[in-house]
């Protein structure tokens, strides 16, 4: 299982918020560190890359946006919001920054649980999965979590590969917003169908000309959005 080797970072400056957090991941067989300042979990992260980290929005210092944006410059790690914000301009901001889920405070620690293992769950993928998809000028692979595109390697967030593959192993078929937060999130992201439209509008601005390979990430109106290939 994941969970039995897996390192999992949290930083939050509310000593209970993170104390919580630690017993819960502890008791699922993680192992866990705990930092309540951003830039400490920053330079701790150097030194030893953790297997996720649980990242709470304000904090001083250093806030969460601030090592959302660090830790993407030179990882890929998944990442979870933690925080006690709320509204949908965090939640597209952390999405847009390359966090790969959203969890807001207060937390049922079954839930927590549960996301945290289907988070590694995909960015993990079990040994002899060797899962890639190649079409002209593209390739993908989930065993690696890798994608090249026009020869060049394309830096993309776990969860951004992740929709991007399942699309183009279902060429052409049509899904939902839903369907795609169920498919590859594993859960209803509160019901929020924007963390949808926010990673296909990060997907396009990293393949741009793909048309001309005959394949492309097309939008149904009213409905949702496909791999298209002619």
């Not at 965090?90 to 937390?107: H, Q, R, S």
Request: glycine letters at 6%; proline letters at 4%.
């Amino acid at each position: 299982m994941a969970n039995e080797k897996s390192f999992i970072m949290v930083v939050d400056d509310d000593p209970n918020i993170a104390g919580l957090v630690e017993l819960c991941l502890k008791k699922e067989g993680y192992e866990v560190q705990t930092f309540s300042r951003g830039d400490t979990a920053l330079e701790a992260f150097r030194q030893n890359p953790p297997q996720m980290m649980i990242l709470d929005i304000m904090m001083p210092g250093m806030d969460g946006w601030q090592v959302c944006r660090s830790v993407r410059q030179i990882s890929q790690i998944p990442i979870i919001m933690l925080t006690a914000k709320g509204e949908t301009f965090d939640k597209v901001l952390g999405l847009e920054l390359g966090a790969d889920d959203y969890i807001t405070k207060p937390f049922d620690n079954k839930e927590l649980a549960a996301r945290v293992k289907a988070v590694l769950r995909r960015t993990m993928p079990s040994e002899g999965e060797k899962n890639t998809l190649s079409f002209p000028g593209l390739t993908v692979s989930l065993e690696k979590y890798e994608v090249y595109y026009q020869g060049k390697a394309v830096e993309m967030p776990p969860k951004e590969l992740e929709v991007l593959y399942f699309l183009a192993s279902h060429q052409n078929r049509v899904f939902t917003r839903e369907q795609l937060l169920e498919q590859v999130w594993g859960f209803d992201f509160f019901g929020d169908s924007r963390t949808v439209d926010v990673h296909i509008k990060r997907l396009r601005e990293k393949l741009i000309g793909c048309e001309e390979y005959g394949w492309q990430i097309r939008t149904v109106w009213s409905v949702g959005y496909k791999f298209e290939v002619k």
